[in-house]
């Protein structure tokens, strides 16, 4: 079993739409929960961080942990073009030293079509 | 820009040949990383580097053979590489802070091709 399992998609929605991104995870001792954003030919950056259970807002753009189901989730209300790419959900388990190990899940694919 | 650059943009290079990844990050950061991104799999952590120190090599082959010189600089030389080696290769880079909460910033990554 994968340590953090993500459905790779694609996912074809059209503008405005509510899009609902997921991940579970085996390893009940993340505690960091990160959903990056990657566009074609660049490097993933860093969208939210969550730490441990709960929600947590940035504009259209939502994040929840679930840690009793092992579940997280992005939302992204009034979807846009620009909002196409690949997102990945990303775990850690907290380090107080020393660089942190992230693992990835494979990365969702989202189209947003106008 | 995320402040971390990546040269060469992109690679192509014989099952033989010698090679080396460069990686620079301009946020005086202490930790770096190398990750490679394959079609349809996760992104793997390969070579965690701590103040200069390697701390993580994630059972990777000897034919990657990571180096941090100082903290803004990691290369990752390459020899007899395979086909199934050919893949995106992203640096990374973060702080050190005692909460671990350390955000990752990625350069644009390599897409290296092996024939």
């Known amino acids: 079993q994968k340590e953090v399992e993500q459905d790779p998609g694609p996912l074809s929605v059209p503008e405005g739409a509510i899009v609902s991104l997921n991940c579970t995870y085996s390893?009940?001792?993340?505690?960091?929960f990160m959903w990056y954003r990657q566009y074609s030919r660049k490097g993933p950056e860093l969208l939210m961080y969550?730490?441990?259970?709960g929600n947590k807002e940035d504009g259209r753009f939502t994040a929840q942990v679930d840690k009793s189901s092992k579940y997280i989730s992005l939302f992204i209300r009034d979807s846009q073009p620009s909002d196409s790419a690949t997102y990945l959900c990303?775990?850690?388990?907290?380090?107080?030293?020393?660089?942190?190990?992230?693992?990835f899940g494979q990365g969702t694919r989202l189209t947003i079509n106008p | 820009e995320t402040g971390v650059t990546q040269t060469p943009r992109h690679l192509v290079m014989g099952m033989t040949n010698k090679k080396s990844l460069k990686c620079e990050q301009h946020?005086?950061?202490?930790?770096m990383y190398w990750y490679k991104q394959s079609a349809k799999k996760p992104l793997e952590l390969m070579f965690v580097?701590?103040?200069?120190?390697?701390?993580e090599n994630n059972s990777v082959p000897s034919r990657f053979s990571p180096e941090c010189p100082n903290s803004s600089h990691l290369f990752l030389h390459l020899h007899t590489l395979q086909p199934e080696d050919s893949a995106l290769y992203l640096c990374?880079?973060?702080?050190?802070?005692?909460?671990?909460?350390?955000?990752?910033?990625f350069g644009p990554g390599t897409r290296l091709t092996v024939l």
């Open positions: 990374a880079s973060s702080a050190i802070s005692r909460r671990g909460d350390n955000e990752q910033f």
């Open positions: 390893n009940s001792a993340f505690q960091y």
């Open positions: 969550t730490y441990s259970s």
């Open positions: 990303a775990m850690s388990v907290v380090r107080l030293q020393g660089a942190q190990k992230l693992v």
């Open positions: 946020l005086g950061h202490n930790a």
């Open positions: 580097y701590n103040f200069k120190e390697q701390t």
